[in-house]
């Protein structure tokens, strides 16, 4: 359940008690220190436990364990509540997959806790150590490093599935007839584009608050790295929107190919049967075994059927080619 616990002081990770209630009291008395507990899908017990030592809100509480949130800033007495969706791209699937992580911020504390098999934390505790100028900002400086970690994120799976969408595109409009299963493949991805834009829509309002002072919280100096971090979330989101028209566009244009393939396959059948219908009728005519019928007895009378048999067809062949229905 805990992935890593440590106290913090002017930067610098120190030494202190294990015991959680211990160590927030060190780091209290410290007064410029603070405690970051980060967990891992803890259970509800976990959770409450963890609460009761830290004072955490019991609605922000409840929302950690569930792990079905949107992303939000929510500002509880003496604390602050963020929610990210944390998104991975699987390549040899082709498919997105989300976490939630959730921080609990306060003077003295940062609690995170993660849902999800992705990592986007992995290393970042790491490197944040030695970022000791930022580090000593406060448990603030966690919250902008998380925020920016996971933005970062979600920018490279923008462009990775950028790039899959141009080779998609390739394929709907390349020469010759849409490959088979195309459409559920663009409904497939525009699926997976609408899961990531769930994700990094709603994370535009809460970056902006923290970003413009919405939050006492937030000391004056990391404004502008908040304010960075939600100018990249703002790329993110045209680039999502792009995707998602992109896409639309890409379905009507492959539904149009469709219809103008039926189209052209509707005009081809109907050529052949106008082509057939010349013989049938002339056979038909003749095989109708009446006495008196013009030619009949006639000794050049077969042949001369099939020879206008066969020049009606190739007339009709060559203005069938001429209109392109052939």
């Known amino acids: 359940m805990i992935v890593d616990s440590a106290i913090y002081r002017d930067g610098r990770r120190i030494s202190g008690p294990s015991d959680l209630s211990d160590a927030l009291a060190a780091?209290?008395?410290?007064?410029?220190?603070f405690v970051w507990l980060g967990l891992f899908e803890p259970t509800a017990e976990d959770l409450e436990?963890?609460?009761?030592?830290?004072?955490?809100?019991?609605?922000?509480?409840?929302?950690?364990?569930?792990?079905?949130?949107?992303?939000?800033?929510?500002?509880?007495?003496?604390?602050?509540?963020?929610?990210?969706?944390?998104?991975?791209?699987?390549a040899?699937?082709?498919?997105?997959s989300t976490g939630?992580?959730?921080?609990?911020?306060?003077?003295?504390?940062?609690?995170?806790?993660?849902h999800g098999t992705d990592r986007p934390l992995s290393g970042l505790r790491a490197a944040l150590e030695k970022e000791q100028e930022l580090l000593a900002l406060g448990p603030v400086a966690v919250l902008y490093a998380i925020a920016d970690a996971v933005v970062d994120g979600y920018l490279?799976?923008?462009?990775?599935?950028?790039?899959?969408l141009d080779d998609?595109?390739?394929?709907?409009?390349?020469?010759?007839?849409?490959?088979?299963?195309?459409?559920?493949?663009?409904?497939?991805?525009?699926?997976?584009?609408?899961t990531f834009r769930r994700a990094t829509l709603p994370l535009q309002e809460p970056m902006v608050r923290l970003a413009t002072g919405g939050t006492d919280r937030v000391?004056?100096?990391?404004?502008?790295?908040?304010?960075?971090?939600?100018?990249?979330?703002?790329?993110?989101?045209?680039?999502?929107?792009?995707?998602?028209?992109?896409?639309?566009?890409?379905?009507?244009?492959?539904?149009?190919?469709?219809s103008v393939q039926q189209n052209d396959d509707m005009r081809k059948i109907s050529a052949w049967a106008a082509l057939a219908a010349v013989p049938t009728l002339i056979?038909?005519?003749?095989?109708?075994?009446?006495?008196?019928?013009?030619?009949?007895?006639?000794?050049?009378?077969?042949?001369a059927a099939i020879a206008v048999t066969l020049a009606i067809c190739l007339v009709l062949y060559r203005i069938f080619k001429r209109s392109d229905w052939l």
């Open 92 to 96: 040899d699937g082709r498919a997105v």
């Open 27 to 33: 780091a209290r008395t410290a007064g410029d220190g």
């Open 219 to 258: 000391p004056q100096r990391l404004q502008p790295y908040l304010r960075d971090v939600a100018d990249h979330l703002s790329r993110v989101n045209e680039m999502v929107e792009g995707l998602d028209r992109l896409l639309s566009d890409i379905l009507n244009a492959n539904l149009a190919q469709v």
């Open 156 to 164: 490279d799976i923008a462009y990775t599935l950028q790039a899959e």
């Open 283 to 303: 056979a038909g005519v003749y095989g109708m075994n009446f006495t008196d019928m013009p030619e009949l007895h006639w000794h050049w009378g077969y042949p």
């Open 100 to 114: 939630e992580l959730m921080l609990f911020v306060g003077d003295s504390y940062v609690v995170t806790v993660r």
């Open 49 to 90: 436990l963890v609460g009761a030592e830290f004072g955490l809100h019991p609605l922000a509480v409840e929302d950690a364990v569930m792990a079905h949130q949107r992303p939000k800033l929510e500002r509880y007495e003496g604390s602050l509540f963020m929610v990210f969706k944390t998104i991975g791209y699987h």
């Open 168 to 194: 998609l595109e390739a394929e709907v409009f390349a020469p010759g007839r849409p490959p088979q299963g195309i459409a559920e493949r663009i409904y497939a991805f525009k699926r997976q584009v609408m």
